[in-house]
């Protein structure tokens, strides 16, 4: 008796599976989710979006025209960071910078070759910035800063004057994404943005298509029970899920260099889980509303916003208020984006990932015992 039991759960499974097969080639907007959302979002990341401070719009006041002063600006003018245009009156350079034309400007006083002959050697080098966009302006006041120090060595060197040069110098080293390029990060922790959309819009969507046409309660008005039911509706759009994270991994790989210094199998690994996770999100979703429009509204709300903004994928989580870093402990893509980008960046760390997986298990645990709550075999 209990192997035919066992048998004719399989057999339930099965069926309801294939149904779910026929429904997603029949239903086009499921494969837009699965295929061309994830395109989407990798080419913006990975072309469009960018944190890297390069090329800024900059004007340079030329008040002095002494060899020191052309020296000074032809240090400017041949970094990578800064578009520079050189001008002789600050008022030229005024009016774009209210316009949002340009990021600042610095200025070279007429008095600036005399700084040499200074008992306290103070340079006078103005440097306004555009606080409008604080992380730009610290970035502006700190590189015009290093700029006039290497500016000083160099110039020491060229004079001889030892005593000019620093006693102690710094070799920084950069771990891990030796060449900063913000792509790298972005596209690591794009990753889990997108398989919390679309694990999350599959099933949300899906499901509560059927609570609207009526075929949920065709459904569990037979005798499949609710973890059969879970499990045909979560397998299908599993392997869809997988597809596209496979997808979007050789993409970043392949046309945006992204290095993957850890294990592919133990990517695979983390992303089946948080997937899991995520399905079980959009699965209780739309058990609990019943309701595509609201299902649709409430994953976004609930489920992609807190992702994009608390994971710590774009904005870093301690220098957030201490309540709202409490809150990002219930987020399942904080802990996802930290494992993907140790993966991608570093390798194998086992103790972060365990670590971080942990809360990933707990969570989809959690949401499929509502769901199975929710999803009771009566129609009132």
Not at 23 to 40: E, N
Not at 59 to 82: C, H, I, N, R
Not at 136 to 143: H, K, Q, R, S
Not at 259 to 269: A, T
Request: a neutral charge.
């Amino acid at each position: 008796m209990i192997d035919q039991n066992r048998k004719g759960r399989v057999r339930r499974v099965r069926a309801l599976m294939v149904k779910e097969f026929y429904q997603i080639i029949r239903d086009p907007s499921t494969l837009l989710i699965t295929i061309f959302l994830p395109l989407l979002l990798i080419f913006l990341y990975g072309s469009g979006v960018s944190l890297d401070l390069d090329h800024l719009r900059m004007g340079l006041v030329m008040e002095d025209t002494a060899p020191d002063a052309q020296s000074f600006a032809k240090s400017l003018t041949d970094s990578t960071y800064f578009d520079i245009e050189i001008v002789r009156d600050k008022r030229e350079l005024t009016d774009q910078l209210t316009r949002g034309e340009i990021r600042g400007f610095f200025v070279i006083p007429s008095y600036f070759t005399q700084y040499r002959n200074r008992p306290d050697k103070i340079a006078p080098i103005q440097v306004i910035a555009d606080g409008s966009e604080t992380n730009t302006a610290n970035f502006v006041l700190t590189y015009a800063q290093g700029v006039f120090r290497n500016w000083l060595t160099q110039e020491a060197i060229t004079a001889g004057v030892s005593s000019e040069l620093p006693l102690i110098t710094t070799e920084p080293r950069v771990w891990y994404n030796e060449t900063l390029q913000s792509r790298f990060f972005l596209l690591s922790g794009s990753l889990a943005i997108i398989m919390t959309l679309i694990g999350a819009l599959l099933t949300a969507l899906v499901v509560a298509r059927e609570w609207e046409r009526g075929t949920m309660e065709a459904l569990i008005s037979t005798p499949v029970g609710i973890r059969e039911l879970v499990i045909a509706k979560v397998i299908p759009y599993f392997f869809l899920g997988m597809i596209s994270m496979v997808m979007c991994v050789v993409i970043s790989i392949v046309f945006y260099d992204l290095p993957l210094r850890g294990s592919f199998l133990l990517l695979l690994l983390v992303s089946a889980i948080f997937l899991i996770s995520s399905l079980g999100f959009g699965l209780m979703i739309s058990t609990i509303t019943k309701n595509q429009i609201l299902a649709y509204q409430i994953t976004l709300i609930v489920g992609f916003l807190p992702a994009y903004i608390l994971s710590g994928f774009l904005f870093e989580i301690p220098s957030m208020p201490i309540w709202i870093q409490w809150i990002t402990y219930a987020i399942p893509a904080k802990y996802f984006v930290q494992s993907l980008q140790s993966i991608f960046l570093v390798g194998n760390v086992w103790g972060l990932i365990l670590y971080d997986m942990a809360p990933i298990i707990a969570l989809g645990i959690l949401f499929f015992t509502i769901t199975a709550f929710k999803t009771a075999k009566r129609l009132d």
